[in-house]
C-alpha cells in the first residue's frame, strides 16, 4: 500500500529544494518503467477488474401506470401531484422517482408514466389501489392501470399461436377424514404455532408468503397455499369453505384481509383500507388489532359475514360477496354484536347516551330481511357481554352495571332476569353447558368466590329459570364444561395456582380434586373423555400439559421447555340423530360389554409387554453379570502377577479359618433398695 503524503509536506518540501510547484510542468514528468508508487492510475485496466461494480438486477422498484389523461404543459404540475398522492400510499416515491413521457410533436403527455420507490418491498403491497382516484375530480379519468415494469417481459413472452393446455389425468386424493376411522377412537392434538379449523378436516399454518393448510390419511401432505405476502393473521369460516387472511403495514396505517375459496384457493373478495376503519371490534389479536375482524352468521352453511363500523354493522352474503340489500345496517353507536350459532340471527348492543337519559338496549334481528325480533332496554349499564348457547336456543347478556351487577336471559319471546342473592357480587365468569338447558356463574370477591348451577327448566314448565346448587368458596376463576355436557371443569388458573375440580352437574357432587400448579389454560377434547390442562410459556418455569380424564384422574403428565400451545383436533358433528343419541345413551350397558372386553383384552396385551420388558432387562443383567465374571477370570492370573507377587488371593477362603467370639460390655450398673415387708 502506497504511503499517504499530505500537500503540506509536498509543499515544504518543494520549498526546501527551491522548486515551485506553481510553474512545475506536471505533464513534463516521467516516472519509470514499471513504477507506480503504489499509486493506481485511471488506465490501469485491472483497477476496474479488483473494484467490479455490482449492478442492480431487474426492475421490482418500478411500476407503470396507464390510463392517465393526456395534458398540455401547463397542467403537468397538476396531474403529477395527483399521481404521487395516490400512488404515494404504497410507498415512498424517490425525488426524482416520477417520469411521465411526453409527445415531441403535441408536447402533451403519452398518457402513462414511471414510478420508481426507494425499495422493491413496498411493491409487494397490492396495487389495486385506483378506486383513491374516484375520489379526485380534478380529471375526468375515472381508474388508473398499474403494472409492475418486470411484468412487461413476461407478457411480451406470451406466444402469438394459442395452444391448448395440457389436461392432466385424474388423481384421487386422500381421504382427509380417515383420521375419524381409527379403531379406537383415538383424538389428536398440536402444540406448535397452528391452527385447526373448526371441523378439523385440515390444519393451518402462517408463512411470510401466506397461509397452507395440510391433511391426509397417513400424512400430512399440503394441499393448499394462499398467497398473501407478511399474513400475521388468520381465520375460518364454521363450514371451512372459506379462509379470511390479514396482513397490516403500519408505516402507512393500512391493512389487507383476503377472503380465499378453501378448496380452489382462489380470492373471493378482498378488504384495504385504513387500519382504524377494518379493525373495529372483536376481542382480541395482535399489535392492537381486534381479531377476528369478521364474524360469520347463517350456521355451518356460512352464509353471511360481517363487521362492526362507525354506527353501523355491514353484513355480507358469501353468494355474491356484496352487502345484504346493498347497504349496511345502520344502528346509531353500536359497540357490538353476536351472531346466533345456528340461525341468521344478530344480538346487537348500544351503550346508554345521553348521560343516562336513554337507556341501553340489546337488540335481536333477523337477516336478511333486518327485521327486529326483541328488545330489551337496560338501565345504569355500564357494559354489557353476550353468550349464546351451542344451539342457538338461548342468549345470556351479562349485565354490569354502576351500583349492581344482573343477568338477563333472552329466549325466542320471553325474557327472564336473574339477580343474584347478594346484589355485590361481581360476576367472574359465565358459561353455558353445550348442548344444553343449564349454565354456570362464578359469582363474588376473590380469592374464593360462589359457583352456581342453574337450569332453564323445570318440571312443570320448560323455559322457566330454576336455581339448581351453589358451591360456596371454590378457588376458580374459570369454568370448562365438557363437549358432551354434564360435567365441569372448575379452574384457578394463573394467580389461582392451578386448583381443579371435576365436578358432576347430573348428580351435584366433586368427583375429583387436582392441581397443575401455575396452570395458564384448558382444552377439552371433542369428545369429553379427556381434558387438558397447560402452562404455556407466558411462565418461564413449569412448562408442559398434563391429561386427565372426565373424572379427575391423572394420565400423563409432559413437561416441555418453551411450550406454545395445546389444541385438540376438533371432530365434525355426528350424523346420527337426537333420538339415536338418546337411545344409545338409554343402552349403553349394552354396546359397553364390546368395549369393555377391548378393554380388558388390552390391558391384559399391556400386562404381557411389561412383563417381557422386565424379563428383557433381567436377561441384559444376567448377561452383563457373566460378562463380568469371565472377565474376572480372565485376568486372575494377570493380578497374581502384578498385583499379588504371585499369590492366588482369589480363593481367600482356603487360606484362613473363621471363629465366631461373643463378647459382653457392661454398659451401666444400678443398685436400688427394694423395701421388703415379711408381714
Known amino acids: 500500500m502506497a504511503e499517504v503524503v499530505s500537500m503540506a509536506d509536498i509543499e515544504a518540501t518543494s520549498l526546501r ?7 512545475a510542468d506536471l505533464n513534463a514528468i516521467q516516472i519509470p518503467p514499471g513504477e507506480d508508487f503504489g499509486i493506481k492510475s485511471d488506465d490501469d485496466e485491472d483497477l476496474y477488474q479488483e473494484d467490479g461494480f455490482e449492478m442492480e438486477a431487474g426492475f421490482g422498484n418500478i411500476i407503470v401506470v396507464d390510463n392517465l389523461p393526456v395534458v398540455p404543459p401547463e397542467k403537468f404540475e397538476k396531474l403529477e401531484n395527483v399521481v404521487r398522492k395516490i400512488y404515494s400510499q404504497i410507498g415512498v416515491i424517490k425525488d426524482v422517482g416520477l417520469w411521465m413521457p411526453v409527445n415531441p410533436e403535441t408536447q402533451k403527455t403519452l398518457g402513462y408514466c414511471f414510478i420508481e420507490y426507494n425499495t422493491p418491498q413496498v411493491i409487494i403491497f397490492p396495487l389495486d389501489i385506483s378506486f383513491s382516484a374516484k375520489k379526485i375530480v380534478v380529471f375526468s379519468c375515472a ?6 415494469f418486470d411484468d412487461f417481459e413476461k407478457y411480451m413472452e406470451v406466444p402469438d399461436e394459442w395452444t391448448p393446455s395440457e389436461i392432466k389425468p385424474y388423481t384421487p386424493g386422500e381421504n382427509l377424514q380417515q383420521w375419524l376411522t ?20 385440515y390444519l393451518a399454518a402462517v408463512h411470510r408468503q401466506g397461509a397452507a393448510v395440510w391433511g391426509g390419511a397417513t400424512t400430512f401432505n399440503r394441499l393448499m397455499r394462499y398467497a398473501h405476502p407478511q399474513v400475521i393473521l388468520i381465520d375460518f369460516s ?3 369453505q372459506y379462509l379470511i387472511t390479514y396482513s397490516s403495514h403500519a408505516r402507512f396505517n393500512r391493512v389487507v384481509l383476503n377472503i380465499f375459496d378453501m378448496r380452489t384457493g382462489k380470492v373471493m373478495r378482498d378488504f384495504k383500507g385504513n ?12 399489535s392492537g388489532v381486534s381479531w377476528p375482524v369478521f364474524r360469520w352468521g347463517g350456521g355451518k352453511e356460512d352464509i353471511y359475514f360481517s363487521r362492526i363500523g362507525k354506527n353501523v354493522i355491514s353484513v355480507y352474503e358469501t353468494e355474491t360477496f356484496t352487502l345484504v340489500d346493498k347497504k ?14 345456528t340461525d341468521p340471527i344478530l344480538a346487537l348492543f348500544v351503550p346508554e347516551l345521553g348521560g343516562g337519559n336513554q337507556p341501553a338496549k340489546v337488540c335481536l334481528v333477523q337477516i336478511p330481511g333486518k327485521e327486529e325480533l326483541r328488545q330489551k332496554n337496560l338501565f345504569s349499564v355500564s357494559d354489557c357481554k353476550m353468550y349464546w348457547q351451542s344451539n342457538g336456543e338461548y342468549l345470556a347478556v351479562k349485565v354490569d352495571r354502576y351500583t349492581k351487577t344482573k343477568k338477563s336471559t333472552y329466549t325466542d319471546i320471553p325474557i327472564e332476569v336473574l339477580e343474584l342473592d347478594n346484589k355485590n357480587d361481581k360476576i367472574v365468569a359465565f358459561a353455558w353447558e353445550p348442548k344444553g338447558h343449564r349454565f354456570a356463574v362464578i359469582h363474588g370477591d376473590s380469592p374464593r368466590p360462589d359457583i352456581s348451577f342453574y337450569s332453564m327448566r323445570t318440571a312443570h314448565n320448560t323455559g322457566r329459570l330454576s336455581k339448581l346448587a351453589t358451591l360456596k368458596s371454590k378457588q376458580a376463576n374459570a369454568l370448562c364444561w365438557s363437549p358432551a355436557g354434564r360435567f365441569i371443569l372448575l379452574a384457578g388458573l394463573k394467580g389461582f395456582n392451578g386448583r381443579l375440580d371435576f365436578y358432576n352437574v347430573d348428580e351435584l357432587e366433586t368427583m375429583a380434586t387436582g392441581e397443575h400448579f401455575m396452570a395458564t389454560d384448558i382444552e377439552w377434547d371433542p369428545t369429553g373423555r379427556y381434558v387438558a390442562t397447560s402452562v404455556t410459556s407466558v411462565h418461564e418455569m413449569e412448562n408442559g400439559f398434563h391429561i386427565w380424564s372426565f373424572n379427575g384422574k391423572l394420565l400423563y403428565r409432559i413437561p416441555k421447555d418453551h411450550f406454545c400451545q395445546f389444541l385438540w383436533r376438533p371432530r365434525p358433528p355426528s350424523f346420527l340423530t337426537a333420538e339415536k343419541e338418546e337411545e344409545i345413551s338409554k343402552n349403553l350397558k349394552k354396546y359397553s360389554k364390546k368395549y369393555e372386553g377391548d378393554d380388558q383384552d388390552m390391558s391384559l396385551l399391556l400386562s404381557e409387554q411389561e412383563r417381557r420388558q422386565r424379563m428383557m432387562l433381567l436377561d441384559e443383567w444376567d448377561a452383563w453379570r457373566e460378562n463380568c465374571k469371565r472377565l474376572h477370570e480372565e485376568e486372575s492370573e494377570l493380578r497374581q502377577q502384578q498385583l499379588r507377587d504371585g499369590e492366588a488371593s482369589d480363593e481367600e477362603e482356603e487360606y484362613y479359618e473363621t471363629e ?7 454398659l451401666d450398673v444400678k443398685e436400688e433398695v427394694v423395701p421388703f415387708d415379711l408381714d
Do not use: H, M
Open 17 to 23: 529544494l527551491g522548486i515551485g510547484i506553481s510553474s
Open 143 to 148: 381508474y388508473f392501470s398499474d403494472n409492475l
Open 182 to 201: 381409527d379403531e379406537k377412537a383415538r383424538d389428536q392434538f398440536v402444540i406448535r404455532f397452528c391452527q385447526w379449523p373448526p371441523l378439523g378436516t
Open 238 to 240: 364454521p363450514g371451512e
Open 275 to 286: 387500519a382504524d376503519e377494518l379493525t373495529t371490534g372483536g376481542s382480541g389479536g395482535v
Open 328 to 341: 349496511s345496517l345502520k344502528v346509531e353507536n353500536v359497540v357490538d354484536f353476536s351472531w346466533s350459532p
Open 660 to 666: 465366631e467370639v461373643e463378647v459382653e460390655e457392661i
